[in-house]
């Protein structure tokens, strides 16, 4: 086949797929597509981090953020450089994240000119502040969590709750493995749209 048939023809299904996924909400456009770009972005994300465990986190993270917005897809460029567009800044936001925050608290120590110089103490721990918020922001998560009809609800408590892998939830809820990763997406994307309802910020 002519590579520009194929290229057309390849973006024309994925479209077709994107449709049924975003208007029809189809398990099974959610799955061709993760079939089809899962082990390619994957691979990209795993040349970035160098650690598997992440790179397939940072997997899911991009196909529940690409899921959710599959209302900003153009069948102009293919569905692959979109997704790997939104892998590439989602691994940019996880390195962000990974800096260490700089506390309140501080040290002082002498110089060698016998001057006291104050200076901040990098810390992975949250002042008091930060904590808080944290505890508001998990409760009001918990509160929407348990909102959710089964079996998504479910499905976050023993990711998120229960800390199980992906393995673990399809032996535990006896489903294929395929069937957790999608169902787990679409929770996501709900919890994400009751939180925009609510205006809650999570």
């Not at 110089?117 to 990098?122: A, N, R, S, T």
Request: glycine share 2%.
């Amino acid at each position: 086949m002519d590579a520009k048939v194929e290229t057309n023809s390849r973006l024309q299904r994925d479209y077709q797929l994107v449709c049924d996924a975003r208007d029809k909400g189809s398990h099974r456009a959610y799955a061709a597509l993760m079939a089809s770009y899962r082990e390619p972005l994957y691979l990209l994300l795993l040349r970035m981090t160098h650690n598997a465990t992440t790179a397939d986190d940072l997997t899911m993270e991009t196909f529940s953020k690409a899921f959710l917005q599959l209302h900003r897809y153009s069948p102009t460029g293919t569905f692959s450089s979109w997704l790997f567009s939104i892998g590439v800044n989602t691994y940019i936001d996880y390195v962000r994240k990974r800096k260490p925050d700089t506390v309140s608290l501080s040290s002082i120590t002498r110089t060698n000119d016998n001057e006291f110089v104050e200076y901040q103490i990098p810390s992975g721990q949250p002042n008091p502040e930060e904590a808080m918020i944290r505890l508001q922001r998990d409760a009001a998560l918990k509160e929407v969590v348990a909102s959710l009809k089964e079996p998504y609800r479910r499905i976050i408590e023993l990711r998120y709750y229960e800390d199980l892998s992906y393995e673990e939830i399809a032996e535990r809820l006896r489903l294929p493995l395929g069937t957790v990763k999608v169902r787990l997406l679409r929770a996501k994307a709900l919890l994400a749209s009751i939180v925009k309802e609510r205006g809650d910020v999570i």
